[in-house]
C-alpha cells in the first residue's frame, strides 16, 4: 500500500512540474494584460531589442477642455497626440503611454486633472491646452519639476520665470506683433477695428501687441471695444462702432466661439469688413450649427496648413480624416509635433522610462534648449531658455469652406 501511495505521490509531483513549466513558456498573456506588444502592432512583430527602452514607455499626460465650449480646442490636441503616439510606438523603441483628463477650460479643475495624472506617474507633460489653465498646470510642473511642452497655451505666463515649461505655438506677443506686421505688409487694411475680451489672458496678450506694433508700423486703429464673459452673445454695439468709425479691417484675438457670433451680426447689419484672426479661431469651420460661408475670406495666421502637401503634413492629415473624420486643426497639428518632439529629445538624451521625472525634467530642458526639430507646424524650430519656439506662421485665408495659403 506504502508503494503504490509513493508511486501517485512522485506522478503528482512530475505533472505539477511539466504543467508549471507550461506557464511560463506557453501560456498567452490574457487579452485585456496592461502590458501591449512593444511596437503597438502583432505580438510576432518584435522591435529591434537594442532599442527599446529599459523601463518601458513614457507615461506622457496632458489636460485639455475635452467637454463644453472650447472641446474641440481639447480633442483635437488629444486626438494629434494619439496619432503621434500610435506612429511612434509601431515603430519600436521609444514607447508612450498617453493620458488625457477633462479640464473643462477652467483653471481650478485643470489642477485636480493635473494632480489624478501625476498619481498615475506622469512623467512627462503635454500641459494644458488653453492657457488660462495652463497658467495654473504650469505652477503646478514647475514646482515638481516635470517638464512640460504645451501644444498651445500661448499666454507668456505659462512660461515666465518657469525654466521646465516649453511651448510649441507661438506666445501671445508674438501673434500680436506678427498680424500686425503681416496686415501691413500685404497691405490688407487702411483703417483697422478691434474687439478683444478683456478677462482673457490670450486675447489681452494679443491684443495689447497687436496696438503697439501697429503704432510702430503707422496701422491706423479707429476702434477698440471689449467684451467680458457674460457679455458675449450681442455685439452690436462693439461692430457699430467699428462701422461709424469707417473700418475697413476688423481683427479678432479670441476664440471661435464669439467670432462666430461677430460675423453672423456684422452680416445681419450690413457692415462687410475685411477679417482677421488668430490661432484661436481655427476649429471655427467644425463649430456646430455654424454656416461655414459666413467665414468665407477670413484670414488668419496659423502655423499649419491642413492643405500642404508635403509628405509629413499630408500622412498626418489622411490619418486624422480616417480615425476622426474631419480636418485636423492647428492644435491637432501641433500636439502631434510636442509628440515628435519629445521622441527626438529622448533619444538623443538616450533617456529611458524607468527614469523619474526630475531626472528626466533636466534632461529635457537641456534637449530642447539645444535642438533643432522639422515638424509639420515649422521647420528648423528651436527653443530658447525662455522655453519660447522661433518658428514661422503661415497666412491663411478660409476659401471655399477651407483652408488656404496667402
Given at each position: 500500500m506504502k508503494k503504490v501511495l509513493c508511486l501517485l505521490l512522485a506522478v503528482l509531483m512530475?505533472?505539477?512540474?511539466?504543467?508549471?513549466?507550461?506557464?511560463?513558456?506557453d501560456t498567452p498573456a490574457p487579452a485585456d494584460s496592461a502590458t501591449p506588444p512593444a511596437n503597438n502592432a502583432t505580438p510576432d512583430a518584435a522591435p529591434d531589442a537594442d532599442a527599446a527602452p529599459a523601463g518601458g514607455a513614457f507615461k506622457l499626460g496632458g489636460t485639455g477642455p475635452l467637454t463644453g465650449g472650447a472641446a474641440i480646442y481639447g480633442n483635437a490636441a488629444k486626438?494629434?497626440?494619439?496619432?503621434?503616439?500610435?506612429e511612434i510606438n509601431a515603430m519600436g523603441g521609444i514607447q508612450f503611454d498617453l493620458r488625457y483628463e477633462d479640464d473643462v477650460h477652467?483653471?481650478?479643475?485643470?489642477?485636480?486633472?493635473?494632480?489624478?495624472?501625476?498619481?498615475w506617474g506622469m512623467q512627462i507633460s503635454l500641459g494644458s491646452v488653453t492657457s488660462k489653465p495652463c497658467e495654473a498646470t504650469s505652477a503646478e510642473t514647475f514646482n515638481d519639476r516635470i517638464f512640460s511642452l504645451t501644444p498651445s497655451a500661448s499666454s507668456t505666463a505659462v512660461i515666465e520665470g518657469k525654466d521646465n515649461q516649453f511651448q510649441m505655438c507661438f506666445m501671445d506677443p508674438n501673434q500680436g506683433s506678427a498680424s500686425a506686421q503681416y496686415i501691413a505688409d500685404q497691405k490688407l487694411g487702411s483703417k483697422i477695428a478691434i474687439i478683444y475680451k478683456n478677462d482673457d489672458v490670450y486675447s489681452v496678450g494679443i491684443y495689447e501687441t497687436f496696438?503697439?506694433?501697429s503704432a510702430e508700423l503707422g496701422l491706423e486703429i479707429v476702434s477698440e471695444t471689449t467684451f467680458a464673459d457674460g457679455a458675449d452673445t450681442d455685439f452690436s454695439v462693439q461692430l457699430t462702432d467699428a462701422q461709424k468709425n469707417g473700418a475697413d479691417l476688423l481683427f479678432l484675438p479670441m476664440y471661435y466661439?464669439?467670432?462666430s457670433l461677430i460675423l453672423a451680426q456684422a452680416k445681419a447689419m450690413d457692415f462687410t469688413p475685411k477679417y482677421f484672426g488668430v490661432d484661436g479661431m481655427d476649429g471655427i469651420l467644425t463649430m456646430e450649427g455654424f454656416d461655414a460661408t459666413l467665414a468665407e475670406g477670413v484670414m488668419l495666421l496659423t502655423p499649419f496648413n491642413a492643405d500642404a502637401t508635403d509628405d509629413k503634413t499630408v500622412n498626418f492629415v489622411t490619418k486624422y480624416q480616417e480615425k476622426y473624420g474631419e480636418v485636423p486643426n492647428q492644435f491637432a497639428a501641433d500636439a502631434y509635433d510636442c509628440v515628435y518632439a519629445y521622441k527626438q529629445a529622448l533619444e538623443a538624451a538616450n533617456a529611458d522610462a524607468g527614469m523619474d521625472a526630475a531626472t528626466l525634467c533636466d534632461l529635457m530642458i537641456s534637449q530642447f534648449t539645444s535642438m533643432t526639430f522639422d515638424g509639420i507646424t515649422g521647420e528648423a524650430m528651436t527653443w530658447g531658455t525662455d522655453g519660447a519656439v522661433t518658428k514661422s506662421p503661415k497666412g491663411m485665408v478660409i476659401e471655399n469652406g477651407g483652408y488656404a495659403g496667402m
Open positions: 512530475a505533472a505539477g512540474c511539466f504543467a508549471g513549466c507550461a506557464s511560463k513558456t486626438q494629434g497626440a494619439e496619432i503621434a503616439v500610435e477652467d483653471a481650478e479643475k485643470a489642477v485636480n486633472a493635473y494632480n489624478t495624472l501625476k498619481d496696438k503697439t506694433k466661439q464669439p467670432a
